[in-house]
């Protein structure tokens, strides 16, 4: 019935259609939509400058009809075989093009919405003391980091340097301690006003869609720096984002409900009407070995509950603002989003298959994550990937 | 020798020329420099776009030879007979004037660069532990605080709502410890790559200039929220900023060399050479009354050493980050930046003239900063004002 059937395992399938930003060479950067092995170029095709703009901030400031009307014109564009003559000049091999930063992003939140993960960090960070702090099950913790340093995937991970603790005081050089944190990150389309609260059920009227994340993390610093104002330079350096963005409209299938509450929420927290669970399945690979797979659905706050939170005083949002999840840590150790949880703190190193050992990373290791959710078809559809390989500090 | 003489106590003398972004009723934002009771519309007289854009970002991105160049410029304007007939048309009264947020801001990073504040607070919150934590004395403290929510003097304080810990668990409600944290902003011009560190001695090369920074604070959201994270919605629903960004160019008298050290520092934090501690007097205001009096001179942490430790990891500078000195207080209590300080924790109220007492801001409450600083001729130039009126809750 459609023209384009894109190959089965190229990971885009036609209930995807995730947006991205790409350039191929010498050309400007534009907006494509990914599909099987291709990119459609919308920026091409369409010659609006909404798709020339090098970033796709513009498009989601036009809100979530504009963003529906275009996945509806996409969709036709791709199986209507009326359209096929004008559209197939505008899909380009996926392999051909250079993907950039696709959200110019305005403020850059981190919740810490695994309980396993928090539980985790408590134990191995905090030991003696509860392993989740007691506003933990209350409120989505989470703090602002550095938007201007998130960076697309395939961003080189230069090892940075900075203070650590040591047995005589701190001393200064590169983390010994480099970490990953698996994440899903949630990018804001429709701005507010200063003192607007957006509703746990607005969540779609404002987040376009999901990215992958790669908080990259020195433990060392982290863990001299952040009493008492939380984490600065340890997370500062590099946060990568995966290229594509898949719609929120294409995840319906994985809404799941989140894990069932330990104490009542306050009223602007409670979702259970329509629940923004989502039944994700991440994948981190070190060195192209499988080394966790972390499930998002345990996650215990959902994305809209993290957003009702974060605007609940009154913040503004603007058009590029993104949030992530926090590490998504599932119940077991092999379903951990950080190698501190893999490893237990660095005293229970992995063995790869080529016979080596990790605790944390070393130069020239290569780390991708990935993800699928259940897509409207029954089959599964791609997060795409973030990917980073770690070079020696300068 | 100066056509130009502005009157005495106006604030803004001919050493000072402070940049900022303006309107007159119905027409566009533009750039103008503060001089006496007047603007000079740099916009109108130079009709230059990077004048035009709307905030000083375009001009602040084109480096210090500029920022130079366009303060002697400016200086040659308002004091050589011969330049009169042409700038005096765009000399506009500095009452008639809607000010604007000056810049875009990219990052917002917020310190904690004052012995006394931070001793201050970790007596009042965490009695029984030492005053100060292990890192302080080693690094200056710092975290990002939310980019978005940055606004210009003016700009109202709706008294925003959150958790608090009360003895049944957490509440929801406004906030009902409301308070200001005085502070000094610096305003960064020159970008830097991803991995460029930025050294001590290199502040004047990166900094544009200073404004006063008021950031609001809801000390029951903060305190419930901010184990193990940080400050997050204690502090983002409005940091105030003052409206004329006074270039670091006007503030050579004031420099002065830090406290002494009790630590040893990193190399990289050293600047003893050349130091960037700055002789600023602050003054608080509440409801018109001065109730303190904070002197920048004794925070132990320069702007310089924040720049160098903020980029010692790699995070790369972009033009707009604005990284705050965070509250400045002095020794005694009456030279205190926050109410938390001034009583002692809300157990020791201070009394206003009219009668009144206060421990945290009451709705109609109005907190105006200023300060003044050393200027080249010996007298003292300003640092301008930021204001702000408390609203109630929504």
């Known amino acids: 019935m459609t023209w384009l059937d894109p190959p089965e395992g190229t990971g885009f399938g036609l209930d995807d259609l995730p947006l991205g930003v790409f350039s191929t060479r010498g050309g400007p950067r534009r907006t494509g939509v990914a599909v099987g092995d291709a990119v459609l170029d919308l920026g091409g095709l369409t010659e609006d400058p909404v798709h020339l703009s090098g970033s796709l901030n513009?498009?989601?400031?036009?809100?979530?009809?504009?963003?529906?009307?275009?996945?509806?014109?996409?969709?036709?564009?791709?199986?209507?075989?009326?359209?096929?003559?004008?559209?197939?000049?505008?899909?380009?091999?996926?392999?051909?093009?250079?993907?950039?930063?696709?959200?110019?992003?305005?403020?850059?939140?981190?919740?810490?919405?695994?309980?396993?993960?928090?539980?985790?960090?408590?134990?191995?960070?905090?030991?003696?003391?509860?392993?989740?702090?007691?506003?933990?099950?209350?409120?989505?913790?989470?703090?602002?980091?550095?938007?201007?340093?998130?960076?697309?995937?395939?961003?080189?991970?230069?090892?940075?340097?900075?203070?650590?603790?040591?047995?005589?005081?701190?001393?200064?050089?590169?983390?010994?301690?480099?970490?990953?944190?698996?994440?899903?990150?949630?990018?804001?389309?429709?701005?507010?006003?200063?003192?607007?609260?957006?509703?746990?059920?607005?969540?779609?009227?404002?987040?376009?869609?999901?990215?992958?994340?790669?908080?990259?993390?020195?433990?060392?610093?982290?863990?001299?720096?952040?009493?008492?104002?939380?984490?600065?330079?340890?997370?500062?350096?590099?946060?990568?984002?995966?290229?594509?963005?898949?719609?929120?409209?294409?995840?319906?299938?994985?809404?799941?409900?989140?894990?069932?509450?330990?104490?009542?929420?306050?009223?602007?927290?409670?979702?259970?009407a329509a629940p923004w669970g989502l039944d994700l399945a991440l994948e981190v690979r070190l060195n192209g070995e499988v080394v966790s797979r972390p499930p998002f659905a345990p996650m215990y706050w959902t994305p809209a509950q993290q957003l009702a939170h974060l605007t609940v005083n009154g913040a503004r949002l603007r058009t590029g603002d993104l949030f992530a999840s926090g590490t998504v840590s599932g119940p077991d150790r092999d379903q951990s989003g950080s190698l501190i949880e893999l490893t237990e703190g660095g005293t229970e190193p992995i063995r790869l298959a080529d016979g080596s050992v990790r605790t944390f990373l070393e130069d020239g290791d290569v780390v991708t994550i990935g993800a699928t959710a259940p897509g409207a078809g029954g089959g599964r559809l791609s997060l795409g990937e973030v990917s980073g390989r770690v070079e020696p500090a300068r």
Chains 1, 2 share one sequence.
């Open 58 to 272: 513009a498009f989601l400031a036009l809100g979530p009809r504009a963003w529906r009307e275009l996945r509806e014109q996409v969709t036709d564009w791709l199986t209507q075989p009326s359209c096929r003559r004008g559209v197939e000049p505008h899909l380009l091999p996926r392999d051909g093009v250079r993907m950039h930063l696709p959200v110019e992003v305005a403020d850059y939140v981190d919740f810490y919405s695994s309980r396993h993960h928090a539980a985790n960090l408590g134990r191995i960070l905090r030991p003696g003391t509860p392993p989740l702090s007691a506003n933990w099950l209350h409120l989505p913790i989470g703090y602002h980091g550095r938007a201007g340093t998130v960076a697309v995937s395939g961003t080189p991970v230069v090892r940075p340097c900075g203070q650590r603790r040591a047995d005589d005081g701190p001393v200064f050089g590169p983390t010994q301690r480099l970490d990953i944190e698996a994440e899903v990150g949630f990018v804001v389309g429709t701005p507010t006003e200063l003192g607007v609260r957006v509703p746990v059920e607005d969540l779609a009227e404002h987040v376009f869609g999901v990215c992958l994340v790669d908080d990259w993390s020195a433990r060392d610093l982290q863990a001299w720096e952040y009493v008492p104002l939380g984490p600065f330079l340890g997370k500062s350096f590099l946060t990568s984002v995966s290229p594509w963005v898949v719609p929120l409209a294409a995840l319906e299938a994985a809404r799941v409900a989140p894990p069932p509450r330990d104490v009542p929420l306050q009223p602007y927290l409670r979702d259970d």
